[in-house]
């Protein structure tokens, strides 16, 4: 991961102190970019846009074979929403 987008916790979610975790499954393209995203799991439904949107801005380094910049599928990432400490992160 070269770049990661900012998560935004949800307003709603803000106000009714809830916490959660978004798991996404998804490919990264020959340039880098995530793409064809799903959520393979989520504690409370109000987080999965955020993560969703926080996923699009990401920016990874391609993987090369034979030289060439490739797609790489089914790559993994799990967005942990919380209240405490810095109110969300991303966790790897």
């Known amino acids: 991961l070269i770049d990661s987008g900012e998560l935004n916790y949800p307003r709603m979610a803000l106000m009714k102190n809830i916490e959660g975790i978004v798991e996404v499954e998804f490919d ?3 340039r880098g970019k995530a793409v064809n995203p799903t959520v393979v799991s989520s504690s409370a439904k109000i987080f999965e846009r955020s993560a969703l949107e926080a996923l699009r801005q990401f920016q990874y380094s391609p993987a090369f074979v034979a030289g ?3 797609e790489v599928r089914d790559m993994r990432e799990v967005f942990v929403f919380k209240l405490k400490d810095d109110a969300h992160h991303r966790k790897r």
């Open 28 to 30: 990264v393209n020959a």
């Open 68 to 70: 060439q910049a490739v």
